[in-house]
């Protein structure tokens, strides 16, 4: 299960080689050094400028031809009693697009799984898709534990 954040909300523009050593090419002045060298490609044209602004999120780099993939970022949140484990409701109830950062949806950040609303509990979101479907299928075996209580008992 993945859901998407309204299509009007963009990833936020970041530098080359900001992008570049977050997702672990190395340091931020060794990066630069790469695309001064023009050794980095961005969307199939080489870029010399290490300020050179790029989308943080679903950016096409190639590092001496080979791509540089995305490191996977997976954030937990505690979602609390009568919010929605969706990120919009058409009928306007509390939704986890409200109640988390909007800066979750511009990192490409998604919930993975749900609660129901009137459960309180942890909720992983996470920016890889392979990822979330894996944690998510029972084929992988990945195990999964809940935990019920009322008034403070279990039950």
Same mark, same amino acid.
């Given at each position: 299960m993945t859901a998407t954040w309204a299509a009007a909300e963009r990833a936020p523009l970041v530098r080359l080689e900001r992008l570049l050593s977050n997702r672990g090419v190395g340091s931020r002045s060794e990066c630069a050094a790469l695309v001064k060298a023009g050794r980095v490609r961005v969307g199939g044209k080489v870029?010399?400028?290490?300020?050179?602004? +790029?989308?943080? /999120?679903?950016?096409?780099?190639?590092? !001496?031809? @080979?791509?540089?993939?995305? =490191? *996977?970022?997976?954030?937990?949140?505690?979602?609390?009693?009568? +919010?929605?484990? /969706?990120?919009?409701?058409?009928?306007? !109830?509390? @939704?986890?697009?409200?109640? =988390? *950062?909007?800066?979750?949806?511009?990192?490409?950040l998604h919930p993975v799984g749900r609660l129901d609303a009137d459960t309180s509990g942890l909720l992983l979101f996470s920016s890889h898709g392979h990822l979330t479907e894996r944690l998510l299928r029972p084929a992988t075996g990945v195990e999964r534990e809940c935990v019920a209580t009322r008034g403070g008992s279990q039950y």
């Open positions: 870029v010399k400028a290490p300020s050179a602004r +790029v989308p943080a /999120t679903d950016a096409a780099v190639m590092l !001496r031809g @080979s791509p540089v993939p995305e =490191v *996977p970022l997976l954030m937990a949140y505690h979602k609390p009693i009568g +919010v929605l484990s /969706t990120v919009g409701d058409p009928s306007g !109830r509390p @939704s986890l697009k409200e109640a =988390v *950062p909007t800066a979750w949806g511009l990192m490409g």
